[in-house]
């Protein structure tokens, strides 16, 4: 799963890069766009032009080239109702980008297909104005910085600072979607280090036009490979035991994708799986209730217990919890005499 968003990623990269250039790239340019191989940005291209994407080879002075067609040069495209359908569907997984260009392309699209009052034999739930109003003019931030290679400064919430802004200056490498919700990775200047920025956080970004200066060492999607989520850092085995009531959910609510599980003698089954840092793992453990143990590292049952002890506490001492339960016992007390 993660290999074949590897490829989606690298193939949308060489889109964009023959779709900024008017006068086409040479394999050598495609290449360092790709960060890949000679055969493998040709086996890209050759995918891509399969796949329906306007892509052809040309010569300039002498010189071969690949570049996008241009408007006037492409047929007049129909869609039928499922195609449309499709589109639609992609543009709900896309909600967490709302305001960069190409949900933009797609949204253009969209709109030329028809007001939802002519669509009869289908609906689709209108899109939430609330991420194009408050995240919108941040992606598209991002995006422009990302596009010229610059560097901004953000205001962001942090829960070290119990949710106090902070300004930084970030040098934005990538962005990082994962359950709609999208993240940037990015070069912290004052932390002198890479960093995850979840954008719903980001309360304020400023492009500027200082020029970003740092070179990341390997590829920046590679950070998160270990990831349940957002989360980076050395990967390190984890298992958990999910009992037999729910363990065959296990495949369809992954911790992460390359998980592996093995089936129990009494019915339960275990995870393992290499996760970058343990309070992610630790949340989808808790997500589980009572049907889950977490059996390794030390560190992830401790984690574990210590989150379920303060949870429990609340239910223990005096408040709304002991409160209802004297009503609950009230109230079968009542029953009991009545019966």
Known sequence: MKSSRRVLARQWRLV?????SRMGLSIKRLQEVAESSRSTVYRDLELLREAGVFIEPVTVNGEARYRMLRPLELPNLGLNALQVSALHLARAEL????????VAELDALLASYGPPERQLRFRFAAQSPEPSSSRGPIMKGIERALAGHRRARIEYRTADSGGEPEVL???PLLVHVVR???YVRAYCVERKGERTYKLNRISRFELLKDAATYEPKEP???AFDHSVKAWTGKP??????LESEVGWLAAEYPLIADQRIASNPDGSVTVSANVAGVTEAMRWVLSWGGAAEALSPPQLREATYTELEKAVAKY???GIAR??????AARRSKVSRAS
């Open 16 to 20: 964009q890069e023959l779709n900024r």
């Open 220 to 222: 920046p999607h590679r």
């Open 323 to 328: 409160a209802g339960r004297r009503a609950a």
């Open 169 to 171: 200056e970030i040098e």
């Open 95 to 102: 909600q967490g980008l709302d305001g960069a260009g190409f």
């Open 236 to 241: 390190a085995p984890v298992r958990v035991r």
């Open 316 to 318: 223990r001492g005096p």
């Open 180 to 182: 709609g919700q999208p």
